[in-house]
């Protein structure tokens, strides 16, 4: 029955009631009463079937391209150019890429571009080893005018022979993803560098590996988060072209695998597969982005995280007070170096290495808090035994040195006999157990 419908049947309804209230005086005010209430009804009824209706259906969830499975799902939405998709499109995709979804940034979760473990993005947030991005398109545009731009004193100061420089906003921030070093913010340079070199990774190339479109939401994201209009993706484009030669600019990567992958684990896709190498796991996870590792040649620049020789570090830690004192408190669970490592991984705030507590907040450490989503155990298990294998001895071979904050342990330019965990090192139960490792990963 129809609304229409429905306001005419009450009203045959009341007027019949009120006929029989005519017709029985005894009855009279009941009936007359019951038949005025139904009349009542029905002009309500009649008076909102009138009106316009209007449906209250909530805005469709924005399709995260990130996930795989939506990906797959939504391959027309997740395939689009990035040249032709709208600002909205280009800026969510962009969030997507730098948090790890649309809507990521609410949260401050980690995605591909990993700017998050350095960077803050929110108002009056003051960050210990990257500047605040927040005002970055405003800032950006002084920042070329800043003497020690136009003269600088960096390591590098152009991003390849020819590329020349930033001349406006957009070009100064393509300049500080491809060539991070061309200008160092000060107080935020590499320590004892004086500025002159930058601990930031080159955005294009491992562990980040972030094609131009890639680099183009990011950008477009930048600006609609600081409230201005992105420049066009080909304006973009050519700042970025500027700045990366042709032969270093990666592409877009592809689709997820079909199921059978290694990496589809009970239906859910994982970065890290057991079929990876420990540089493909190392490249994946973007772990050289804050740590060294001797072995991987292009893991030695991290300068933000511990330096990953986990056969001399990872014995030592799990029998330190504070490891011990973590265990008491039932946030730490490791009772062997292999497992510790896999811990530091999948729980990265169950223990943190002394001089990287972290200032904000909580007590969360600034290392990805997914990557238990991201392995496929065998993965980790992989990467936990490769790391094993990395040493004092190797780390001092490859020319790397210690973090500074790393306050536990001694520098590896110390006496051989000072280097640290050498007592535990030596016994041949801990050496035999080590030497039964063998695989990848990294730690805080």
Known sequence: MTQSQLAITFFIMSSFVMWLGYMIPKARTMLVSVG????????????????????????????DCSNPKEKAAHPEECNKNVM???????ADMGEAIIFGKVGGSAERGIGKGQCPLCHTFKKGDIGDRAPNLIGVTTRAAERIKDPRYLKP???????FKGSGRATNAEEYIAESHSCPSCYVVAGFGVKGTNDRESPMPVIHKPTTSLSIDEQIAVDTWIFVNDGAEPPSPEV????????????????????AGPTGDPCDVNAEKKIACATDTPDQIVTKMGCAACHKIPDISFAHTGAIGPLLIEGANAPGRIKSPEYLAAMKAGKAHATSPKEYIIESIMDPSAFI????EPISPGGKSMMPPDFATKFTYAAVSKLADFLLTQTAD????AGLERHPMEKAEKLLKKAEVDLPMRSVQSN????????????????R
């Not at 009542?40 to 209007?54: D, H, I, K, Y």
């Not at 032709?84 to 280009?90: K, L």
């Open 36 to 63: 005025f209430f139904v009349l009542a009804s029905a002009a309500f009824n009649g008076f909102s079937n009138w009106l316009p209706q209007v449906e209250g259906i909530p805005p469709p969830k924005p399709v």
């Open 84 to 90: 032709t998709m709208s600002v909205a499109e280009r």
């Open 153 to 159: 004193d960096t390591i590098q100061t152009e991003s």
């Open 236 to 255: 973009i484009k050519a700042a970025y072209e500027k700045f990366i030669p042709e032969s270093d600019r990666p592409k877009l990567a592809v689709a």
């Open 353 to 356: 290495v002394q001089g990287f």
């Open 394 to 397: 190797k780390a001092i071979k």
């Open 428 to 443: 041949p139960a801990v050496e035999g157990a080590i030497a039964a490792q063998s695989t990848v990963v990294a730690q």
